[in-house]
Each structure stands twice: as C-alpha cells, then as structure tokens.
C-alpha cells in the first residue's frame, strides 16, 4: 500500500489493516458501495483528526492524483 507519508507517521499500519479488513469484508459479503462508504467515511475521521482544516491556510498540495507503479 502507498500512502501519504505524513499521515502515515500519524497512524500505525495496524490501522490501516484494520481498515482494509473492514472494506474486505464488505466485498466479500457483495456489500461494495457499504465497505467503500465505511472505508471513505473511516480515512475521513483521520484526516479531521490529524489534519483539522485550517480556513487561512493556502492549499499547500496540488490537486491532482499520482498513480506509481510498485
């Protein structure tokens, strides 16, 4: 799995087991829009958590996604 790396130093790999174990057992149980849901829903508490937003904060990151091949 590739993730970003500081919210990776703010949450163990453990969590993020946990969370694709969620979102397999929705698949796995035909649940697909459930566990994508949960496992969205999930990350997104993280980032709140760890990342609050900050309104005077310029947009630091460019918007726009990077696929790597591993």
């Not at 703010?10 to 969620?22: F, N, Q, S, V």
């Not at 949960?38 to 990151?61: R, Y």
């Amino acid at each position: 799995m590739l993730a970003d790396e500081g919210i990776s130093k703010k949450l163990p790999k453990e969590h993020w087991d946990d969370i694709l174990g969620m979102l397999g057992k929705h698949l796995h149980d035909g649940k697909w829009a459930d566990g994508f849901v949960a496992a969205i829903e999930a990350c997104g508490m993280d980032l709140q958590t760890h990342f609050p937003v900050n309104s005077g904060k310029a947009n630091e990151l460019k918007n726009h996604l990077i696929v790597k091949d591993i």
